[in-house]
Nanobody, 128 residues
Framework: QVQLVESGGGLVQPGASLRLSCAAS????????IGWFRQASGKEREWVSC??????????YYQDAVKGRFTISRDSDENKEFLEMDSLRPEDTAVYYC???????????????????WGQGTLVTVSS
């Protein structure tokens, strides 16, 4: 069974850091592109970051609002994806999801957000 499980969310002050994890089961993370998305209260889910499969050299992509602050990475041995979030701002507050699709090895399709597999989400709250 293909499954994604996020963890690592929490309440932090502005300027702090958090590291989100996305644990995969039922497939190998190296073989697919995986994206991070977020949904703030009252807003639509938006794409945040994506990392391509091994076949496209794990190329990372970032939404402009997080570029330079967030870093996506992958641990093939643990079969996990990570999103390191630095210099967090109140506007980063949202439920964060990881998602993938067995048809996508690069990020072009992932960014659309029309995916087959989603995690349950982890809440990140940035507030003083």
């Amino acid at each position: 069974q293909v499954q994604l499980v996020e963890s690592g969310g929490g309440l932090v002050q502005p300027g702090a850091s958090l590291r989100l994890s996305c644990a995969a089961s039922g497939f190998t993370v190296d073989d697919y592109a995986i994206g991070w998305f977020r949904q703030a209260s009252g807003k639509e889910r938006e794409w945040v970051s994506c990392i391509g499969s091994k076949s496209v050299y794990h190329t990372p992509y970032y939404q402009d609002a997080v570029k330079g602050r967030f870093t996506i990475s992958r641990d093939s041995d643990e079969n996990k994806e990570f999103l390191e979030m630095d210099s967090l701002r109140p506007e980063d507050t949202a439920v964060y999801y990881c998602g993938t699709d067995v048809y996508y090895t690069d990020c072009a399709g992932i960014i659309t957000g029309v995916l087959d597999v989603w995690g349950q989400g982890t809440l990140v709250t940035v507030s003083s």
